[in-house]
Each structure stands twice: as structure tokens, then as C-alpha cells.
């Protein structure tokens, strides 16, 4: 087994700030430096993922940021869901003209990476998919995400595009809803310096295992790139990690671990009515804990009994070993 490094802990800024769901507004508009000197104040929080354009200000004043309160750029999320014109598809859209403003976006948005020592950009495309019945010509989008997505990968190839999947949101069903079929993408686009964001949430909630994610992007040849939280399989709910899924999140890390990951790990997940530092922490402390703990067992016997077929053995391994009955 590759040997796994200590995980390096980031979040997605914009959930530091205000939030919105269909009904209740919560927390407060922060400034960026707002943002950076509360992460800074988290337990063994060191990264920031920040939305392009609309969170990330000046790559100037982005830096200097970065310098003052000790983080470092995990990645840059590029939006291309939020202009008005991208709300029927920014990357699919019907209207070339749309399409190549959304290949801009992801364009700038590896320039903005560059000038700020950022090695990626993730994208999570919402606004493309459908909703009916013979709403969507298949063949046809699924070229204009190979043309739109392959031109943006191929943009300075030094900063890999990352593509995000969900099954849904904006879009009752987002084309790139599944690991295997980002995966499908990534091999007819060709380019091999890109990459897949595997969100543990969108995975559960898409009826997934993200454990058996992990060893099918590890066994590709593109790169992976996580976001941690939970929900109850039935939404986004953007929960604290292994709140939900605690069984099913030590088994996604451990398979972190088997596959040698020392990526960033990034907080993808929502405060709301919860004190903000106090949430963001116990993902990441419960992460480093579960983690160290996974360390600790003996992984040859472990492995052996994942292996042997007796589930009943492995469950007693477990529950002396993980759940320390």
C-alpha cells in the first residue's frame, strides 16, 4: 500500500459567509479577509477553495491574503451556473455564443489559479442537464460537453479541470451525474491533465458508495481531487462529515489511505443554524481522528478478513477495532 500522508484540511469559503435556502437567509455577508481570518482561526484548517468570480476579488489582494492569515489555495471553483444566461445550460447551451462565454469563465478562472499558486481548478457544471422527457437531444450535449469541457482542459494544461458531478441542482438531472460516466467524459475529451471531484455527499445522496468511488478513480488514469460532508441519502443536506454516514465515511477514508490519497481534503458543506467555526471543526477534527484511528489497525488482517468473505468476522474486527465496543 502507498503510504497515505496526514490529511491537509481546506473549505470552501462561501459557506463562511451568508447562505440562503429557499425560505431563511443565515449567517452574515463577510469580505474576503473576513472569510480568511476565520478559517484562520479553525482547528487545523490551512486551505481555502473560493468561488471565480464572484468571491475572489483581485489575484493581487487574493495573495496577499493567502500570505497573511497562512493559507493555501486548495483549488479555485469556477461558477458557470450563476449568469443569467447559464440557467438553461452554460456548457450545453443551445446558443454557441453562451457556450463559449462558459468556456471563458473556466479560462479565466485557470489564469486567476495560476497567478495565485493554485495547482487546479474544480468545476461543477448544474445548470447543464434537463428535466422532461424528450427535453434533450443525448448525443448532441454530450458532444458540446466534449467540445466545451475538452477546450477548457486543453487551456493551460499546468492547472488541471477538475469536473465536479451531481446528479441534480440546478437541473432536475445533470449530465455529469455519476463518477463512471465523469469518468466516460474524461476519457472521449482524451486530455490526460484533468481530473474528478469527488464530492462524499453528491456520491451518497446519487446512491453511490464514495468508498468504491475512491478505488475507481484510483484505478483510472486521471486524478481525484474530495470534498467531505454527509447527508441522509436523500439530499445535499451539506452536514458535518460522519454525521449521518459514520460507518460508510471510515470506510471512505480508509480507502483514501489504500490508495495512497495526499490531497487536500475540503470541507464542502453548509453552518446554517449551527455556530460556524464550532461546525467546520468537528468535521475536521472527527476526519483527523477517524483517520489516525484507521492508521492504527492492523491493515494486513484487516485486509485479509475484507478480503476473506466471512462478513461476520470483519464486523467483529470492527467493532473492536473502529468502534472500540
Known amino acids: 500500500m502507498p503510504k497515505a500522508s496526514t490529511p491537509k484540511c481546506a473549505l470552501i469559503t462561501a459557506f463562511v459567509g451568508q447562505t440562503k435556502d429557499r425560505f431563511h437567509v443565515y449567517n452574515d455577508n463577510k469580505t474576503l479577509e473576513e472569510k480568511f481570518e476565520m478559517v484562520s482561526r479553525m482547528e487545523d484548517m490551512t486551505g481555502v477553495e473560493c468561488i471565480f468570480p464572484y468571491e475572489t476579488g483581485e489575484a493581487a489582494t487574493f495573495s496577499a491574503l493567502l500570505k497573511k492569515y497562512k493559507l493555501k489555495p486548495a483549488a479555485v471553483n469556477v461558477n458557470v451556473k ?7 445550460g452554460g456548457l450545453t447551451s443551445l446558443h454557441a455564443a453562451t457556450r463559449r462565454r462558459a468556456v471563458q469563465f473556466i479560462k479565466d478562472s485557470k489564469d486567476f489559479a ?62 455529469l451525474d455519476t463518477a463512471s460516466k465523469t469518468l466516460c467524459l474524461l476519457n472521449d475529451i482524451g486530455i490526460q491533465e484533468m481530473g474528478i471531484t469527488l464530492d462524499y455527499g453528491h456520491s451518497k445522496y446519487g446512491q453511490e458508495n464514495p468508498a468504491e468511488v475512491v478505488s475507481l478513480l484510483a484505478g483510472s488514469r486521471f486524478p481525484y481531487y474530495v470534498h467531505i460532508n454527509d447527508n441522509n441519502g436523500k439530499w445535499d443536506w451539506d452536514y458535518m462529515a460522519a454525521s449521518h454516514n459514520f460507518l460508510e465515511y471510515a470506510e471512505f477514508l480508509y480507502y483514501l489511505q489504500e490508495a495512497g490519497y495526499k490531497g487536500w481534503l475540503t470541507t464542502d458543506a453548509s453552518p446554517t443554524r449551527w455556530d460556524i467555526i464550532g461546525f467546520f471543526d468537528a468535521t475536521t477534527r472527527l476526519t483527523k481522528k477517524m483517520w489516525t484511528l484507521l492508521e492504527t489497525v492492523d491493515r494486513k488482517e484487516f485486509r485479509a478478513l475484507i478480503r476473506g468473505g466471512d462478513y461476520l468476522k470483519t464486523w467483529k474486527f470492527i467493532e473492536a477495532n473502529l468502534l472500540k465496543l
Do not use: H, N
Request: aromatic share 16%.
Open 114 to 175: 495560476a497567478s495565485i499558486g493554485a495547482d487546479k481548478v474544480t468545476c461543477c457544471p448544474l445548470g447543464d442537464g434537463y428535466e422532461f422527457a424528450f427535453q434533450s437531444d443525448y448525443r448532441q450535449m454530450w458532444k458540446y460537453l466534449i467540445e466545451t469541457i475538452g477546450e477548457a482542459g486543453d487551456y493551460r494544461r499546468e492547472i488541471p479541470l477538475f469536473l465536479e458531478y451531481k446528479p441534480s441542482e440546478t437541473r432536475g438531472r445533470c449530465y
Open 82 to 88: 450563476a449568469e443569467p444566461e447559464f440557467k438553461a
